[in-house]
């Protein structure tokens, strides 16, 4: 055969080794790690494979690097070979346009294109045949990164970078980020966003206020206790005496009806201070994640907030924390608050105590809640001031109005958030 034919052959099957070692590189450096993670669990041998190359990701990468280059020099040469047989010296630039035509569009675009868009998939296919490159090629490597690990200290600069719990937790909301525009998981990467939120939000921001929560006056007579417990929509309720900071227990409906049953009507023998349980007093800069496992910890449902003075500031409950992450919870008992009314022209009238976090939550804004927790607060923050009826204020991108005004507090607001394609709300 022909010594240009053996050469042109030997060229085609190099460059098909190159297509090989680039589409592998970009397939396992963006193949999925949970989906790996999740196939390895259910039993696929191929990526159980493709996570031990993971786990060695410089290795993995100084083979695959070294099999490219090795395939791509000698392809280079045998065509320069051939040609300058061919064309004298003018083969040389004949060999080093073709070879960079081929190299660039066959050996790296093409594999690395179709790659990008398939990793999951590609990776799978190359696992097995990576793996045996790895391990024929790990000595070169090796002292490859002998060289690079001493240039790296040379240099100062960090050979490898530590994994914190605050990049792997970034890494996890930006996964759950990628899909923002996927209507189909909305749902599913709104409770996500929540969860990874538990320990970034304070009880204090979620508790139901003192001056919405219901209490009752353990001084009253046992009937008029009775009455209230019944109609309330809660089934726990604190109890106070002489004064309503002075919580003195936790009466459960359930314990009081079985009580008053076992009295056979005589209500006057009713002592609610006795059926009630102790008081949980919890500080408000307790976070979400906190409060979750203390709340399992201690089998407790219920929870006084009070601030750092003592005072009693509201209520928490194991429902307020499950509704930041599912969203709100109602039942038959439940009391119907108005919140958000949405209007024609693309605006919301918006009660101000409705909370930022379920505005966020609802709709996928990005209104801060670190200096206040109600989109009244928000205002406030903002404005410096105590503004009037009517008067406009535009921040991050959304314009708010002031509706209605109630003495010092805002009751009411008109909000217009920014268009689609993020421009400032008009």
Known sequence: MDENVLSLIAIVLLQAGSAFFAGSETALTAVSRPVMHQLEQDGSRRAGLVNKLLDTRDRLIGSLLLGNNLVNILASSLATGALVGMFGDAGIVYATGGMTV????????????????????????????????????????????????LIFRLCGASYAATVT??????????????????????????????????NDVE???????RRNAITIDAGQTPTAILDQVVTSPYTRLPLWKDDPDNIVGIIHAKDMLRAVRGLDGELDRLDVVELASPPWFIPDSTTLQEQLQAFRRRREHFALVVDEYGSLMGVVTLEDILEEIVGD??????????????????????????????????????????????IAGLVLHEA??????????????????????????????????????????A
């Open 102 to 149: 081929i190299v660039v569009l066959f050996g790296e675009v093409l594999p690395k294109t179709y790659a990008i868009y398939h990793a999951n998939r590609v990776a799978l296919l190359v696992a097995a045949p990576v793996t045996a490159v790895v391990l024929i090629f790990t000595p070169f490597v090796r002292t490859i990164e002998v060289v690079v690990r």
């Open 165 to 198: 719990l605050e990049s792997s937790m970034m890494e996890l909301r930006g996964a759950i980020e990628v899909h923002a525009g996927e209507e189909e998981v909305k749902e599913e990467r709104r409770m996500l966003r929540s969860i990874l939120e538990l």
């Open 384 to 425: 410096r001031q105590i503004p009037d009826v009517g008067q406009v204020f535009r921040f991050y991108g959304f314009r708010f109005e002031i509706a209605r005004r109630q003495r010092n507090q805002i009751t009411s607001l008109r909000v217009t958030p920014p268009g689609e394609d993020g421009s400032p709300a």
């Open 329 to 374: 919870i109602a039942d038959e008992h439940d009391v119907a608050v108005a919140g958000v009314r949405p209007q024609s022209d693309g605006s919301f009238i918006v009660d101000g105590s409705v909370p930022i976090r379920d505005l966020n939550r609802e709709f996928e804004w990005r209104l801060p809640d670190d200096e206040a927790a109600t």
């Open 203 to 209: 009880v204090g921001q979620v508790m139901t206020h």
